[in-house]
């Protein structure tokens, strides 16, 4: 029963159940309309999921050879990263030979052995494109993200975590910030405590960031309280996000700098989010939906997911409506839920209080919703667990909050 | 050292509540000036990025108004803004604000004495938690 049938029931039953039913009679004689559900204000069909893909970009000839100036420099570098950005790019496939044609590849830590100083005796503008990943949360990211910076001419800002923070910045919500982390990681981990207790009773070791060695100074990179996204430090041209970016929005990426080094094509305008559709994930998402209730919140190992029913009306929380298109919905084809890594639309800026707001809303009114108790609706609410963990997966470094807080109470 | 004035954002819905405030002022009811009033069409129109941005613009405390239960305008509209601003309270508690700094009340166009009660009790909370800890950050 939907929540508006309550209504109809109390107010006025019979000359409004009549209304309809006078004017669905007519609209029968024509040739077959598609049923339509109540409550359904548009149709999903093969054509429109089919409509709302993003297909690959055309890139033509495998092989151009190097571009007319000559082969132009590029370099990848991975900030507080997984690597899996890195791995991603080899997704074009064979493509990935366009790019050896096209550019050498001064830096790319994960494949290539292009060091830091090798970098900082280039001059300034010698790097026609940096493809940076991950998000900045210490001194050494923030040190190679300004250099690359300063000697590039264009760079891109690639994968979740540089566009939004991803998951690193779930650091933030830590609240004691770099030191209690560091704290957890050396001393309260099972590993690492058993270690400690073993050999260093009473004394901790922990990483410092400085030592004197024989040999001279040894320094390690210092932790940040915030982890930040990378536009958050430097200047960024172009944005592909995605955990890790799909082949098709790389594609995009790919064409408009091999259109550029070749023909001479004018660069996308800065700030692109290259890879991207205007609407949400649900748009390209083949699931049908129901516009049922959520009553009962789970996991998808925890039932057997219809493999056409919207993962919403199954009860899994799913942030498609929440997310940006492009990915063409991978994970829900597969049966998990979507996560968000997409980020949210260009209209919205807090992609969790999107989500929230459309979770929230598919909670049912319950007949004695009137005269229900603060605390009832607490307790409905509280089955979303982690609610800011869940909706902010991967957009806490985007966030308008940032980062936890503390009261320090008042007078 | 003065006292503590907060600052508060009060989100007003059209039907009820910001008739409310109307009949409060009309009735020249006393109370603090603390708060400035945003007149939305509904209480559910109040997405949680509004409350995040007051917060995160140095709100000191969010209040939303809107019609009591089974009173909307809309029908059902107070029904959902009842519980997004549950979950907003449920992130709000994670970030490690205090979740009273949130508040979602009940006020019709002719509670006025209501509506006063409400702000002037709500002004009190948010003295007693002090100004927004984002602020003290910044400083």
Request: glycine share 8%.
């Amino acid at each position: 029963m939907s929540f508006f049938d309550r209504f109809r029931k109390n107010k006025a039953a019979e000359p409004k159940k009549e209304e309809p039913k006078k004017a669905a009679a007519p609209v029968s004689k024509a040739p077959a309309p598609a049923p339509k559900e109540e409550g359904q204000c548009w149709t999903k069909t093969d054509a429109t999921v089919q409509a709302a893909l993003l297909p690959a970009a055309e890139l033509g000839e495998l092989l151009p050879g190097a571009p007319p100036g000559g082969k132009f420099n590029l370099a990848i570098y991975w900030a507080a990263a997984c690597g899996g950005c890195d791995v991603s790019i080899l997704d074009i496939n064979e493509r990935i030979l366009t790019v050896g044609d096209m550019a050498n590849i001064v830096m790319w830590p994960i494949a290539a052995d292009g060091k830091e100083h090798d970098i900082a005796e280039m001059e300034d503008g010698s790097i026609t494109v940096s493809i940076i990943s991950g998000a900045v949360r210490n001194t050494e990211n923030e040190h190679m993200v300004k250099l690359l910076r300063q000697k590039s001419v264009i760079v891109v800002s690639y994968g979740s975590c540089a566009c939004f923070g991803g998951s690193p910045a779930l650091a933030n919500l830590v609240p004691g910030g770099a030191k209690e982390l560091l704290d957890y990681a050396y001393t309260k981990v099972p590993t690492t405590a058993n270690f400690q207790a073993d050999y260093h009773k009473g004394a901790p070791v922990m990483p410092q960031n400085k030592y004197g060695a024989p040999e001279g100074e040894l320094t390690l990179p210092v932790l940040f309280d915030t982890v930040k996204t990378l536009d958050q430090v430097i200047d960024v041209d172009y944005y592909v996000p995605g955990c890790p970016p799909m082949q098709e929005s790389i594609s995009y990426m790919l064409k408009a700098v091999a259109d550029f080094a070749y023909n001479g094509v004018a660069l996308p305008p800065k700030g692109t989010n290259i890879g991207v559709v205007t609407k949400t994930l649900c748009e390209q998402c083949h699931r049908r939906k129901e516009y049922r209730r959520i009553t009962k919140i789970v996991e998808p190992h925890e039932i057997d997911v219809d493999p056409e029913l919207c993962l919403m009306d199954q009860g899994i929380l799913c942030l498609g409506p929440a997310t940006v298109g492009g990915c063409n919905a991978k994970c829900t084809k597969a049966g998990q839920p979507c996560r968000g890594c997409y980020g949210p639309t260009a209209a919205v800026q807090e992609q969790g209080a999107s989500a929230l707001t459309a979770i929230a809303s598919l909670f049912p009114v319950l007949d004695d919703d009137a005269t229900m108790e603060e605390g009832k609706i607490i307790d409905i609410m509280s089955t979303v667990k982690d609610p800011l963990g869940y909706f902010y997966a991967f957009t806490m470094g985007k966030s308008l909050i940032k980062r936890s807080v503390s009261e320090k109470g008042g007078k | 050292m003065s006292e503590f004035e907060p600052k508060i954002v009060a989100f007003c819905c059209n039907w009820c509540s910001y008739a409310g405030a109307d009949g409060a002022g009309v009735a020249r009811l006393q109370m603090p000036t603390n708060f400035r009033i945003i007149r939305t069409m509904c209480s559910a129109r109040v997405d949680p990025e509004f409350i995040l941005r007051s917060l995160a613009k140095g709100a000191d405390g969010v209040i939303v108004l809107g019609c009591h239960p089974a009173d909307c305008h809309y029908i059902g509209g107070n029904y959902r803004a009842r519980r997004r601003i549950a979950l907003v309270r449920m992130v709000l508690e994670q970030y490690g604000f205090d979740p009273k700094r949130l508040k979602l009340e009940w006020v019709s166009a002719s509670e006025g004495e209501k509506f006063q009660k409400t702000l002037t009790e709500f002004v009190e909370t948010i003295k007693t938690l002090g100004p927004t800890p984002l602020q003290q950050e910044d400083e």
